[in-house]
C-alpha cells in the first residue's frame, strides 16, 4: 500500500527530476559514494577574503581530529568575532569537514564570524560515542583558545546540517551536562535526531527511491551503532533520547515537510518548549531532506539560508561584532 506524502515544493520536484536516486545503502554503495570528489574548498574561497588554517587536535583515545579554521583576512577588530563550529552531514557514514561548508561561509561573510569544521570520525569505522566526542574535544579546543582565534566566548554557535545537525545536538546536550563550554546558540539543520526510526515521515518515505530514505537511515544508525541495545544507546549520540531539554541555548531547527527527519525533528523542538527553553522551528513546505543545500538556487532554499541568517544576526549576543 503506498503511504500518502506531502507533495514537493514544484521547483524542487523539477530540479530532482535529474538527480539520480537510491532507495537504500550498502557497504558497496558506502564504499562508492565515499570515493566521489569531496567539496572543492578552493572554489569556495576564492571570491572571499579569508585566512585558513588547518590544525589537529586529539580524540580521547588520542586519534588525530582534524580542524579547518576560516576567518576573515586582514579585518582590523576591536572586538572578538562570533564562532560558527561547524559539523557536516553525511548520516555519519561519509562526507568530511568540508561538507556543506558553504553554509557557514555565508554567516563568515554576514557576521565576520570565524568558522571552525571538524573532521569527527565516520561510522562503521568509529562506533557510539566516538563521533560526538570527537566534536566536543573540538569544541573544547575551540573555548580554549578562544583568544587566539579571535573568538568571542561568550559568542559561540555550535551547528551542523543532517547527521551534522544530530551531532551538534548531541555536543550542545554534553557540554550542558558536563558544564563546559558555553554555548550561545545552536543551529539545527534537517538534523538527524533520533536512532529509533519509528515516527510517520520515517515511514512515508520508506520503500522508494530518494535523497534520504528510511532504509538509509536504518543503514547509518547500525553502522554507527554496531551491537548495541537500545537501552545502551547514549543520548549524546541520538538526542531525542534526552529526557531532559532543560538548560538549553536558544536553539534553531529547520526540516522540510517532505522528509524523514521531519517528525523527529519536530519534537524536539516542541520539547524543548515544553521545559521553558527557546526555539525557533520552520518546517519548509514540499522541502527534501537537504534541499537547501543540493539546490541552494531554489526559490525556497534561498528563503530557508536566508532565515537563518536572520535568526543568528537576532539570536547572536552583541558585542559590537560586524
Not at 526510526?197 to 543503514?219: D, H, I, K, L
Amino acid at each position: 500500500m503506498t503511504t500518502a506524502r506531502p507533495a514537493l515544493d514544484p521547483e524542487l520536484r523539477e530540479l530532482l527530476a535529474d538527480m539520480p536516486l537510491v532507495s537504500q545503502l550498502s557497504p558497496e554503495v558506502l564504499s562508492q559514494l565515499r570515493r566521489l570528489p569531496s567539496t572543492p574548498i578552493e572554489s569556495l574561497l576564492a571570491h572571499r577574503r579569508v585566512d585558513r588554517r588547518e590544525i589537529t587536535v586529539p580524540a580521547t583515545d588520542g586519534a588525530p581530529i582534524p580542524l579547518s579554521v576560516f576567518s576573515p583576512a586582514n579585518t582590523d577588530r576591536t572586538t572578538a568575532a562570533p564562532g560558527i563550529y561547524w559539523m557536516h552531514g553525511g548520516g555519519m557514514v561519509m562526507g568530511d569537514r568540508f561538507s556543506q561548508i558553504d553554509t557557514p561561509l555565508e554567516w563568515l561573510d554576514e557576521f565576520g564570524a570565524v568558522v571552525v569544521s571538524v573532521d569527527y570520525r565516520l561510522a562503521p569505522e568509529a562506533t557510539g560515542t566516538a563521533l560526538v566526542d570527537d566534536c566536543y574535544q573540538g569544541l573544547l579546543w575551540i573555548a580554549e583558545h578562544a583568544e587566539e582565534l579571535g573568538i568571542d566566548p561568550a559568542r559561540i554557535v555550535v551547528a551542523g546540517a543532517s547527521a551534522g545537525g544530530g551531532l551538534a545536538a548531541g555536543v550542545t546536550l554534553l557540554a550542558r551536562d558536563l558544564g563546559t563550554p558555553a554555548i550561545a546558540a545552536q543551529m539545527l539543520i534537517c538534523p538527524m535526531l533520533d536512532h529509533r526510526n519509528s515516527s510517520a515521515s520515517s515511514r512515508q518515505y520508506s520503500g522508494g527511491p530518494g535523497v534520504w530514505t528510511r532504509e538509509m537511515n536504518e543503514f547509518a544508525w547500525r553502522a554507527v551503532l554496531g551491537d548495541l541495545t537500545d537501552e545502551e544507546v547514549s543520548e549524546y549520540v541520538s538526542p531525542a533520547l534526552a529526557e531532559d531539554l532543560s538548560g538549553l541555548p536558544t536553539t534553531y531547527i529547520d526540516t522540510g515537510s517532505a522528509e524523514v527527519f521531519r517528525d523527529e525533528d519536530t519534537d524536539y523542538a516542541t520539547r524543548i518548549w515544553a521545559v521553558g527553553g527557546q526555539a525557533e522551528l520552520h518546517v519548509w513546505a514540499g522541502g527534501f531532506h537537504g534541499f537547501d543545500a543540493l539546490y541552494p538556487q531554489a526559490n525556497i532554499s534561498v528563503t530557508a539560508r536566508r532565515t537563518r541568517t536572520d535568526w543568528l544576526a537576532r539570536n547572536l549576543p552583541s558585542n559590537g561584532a560586524p
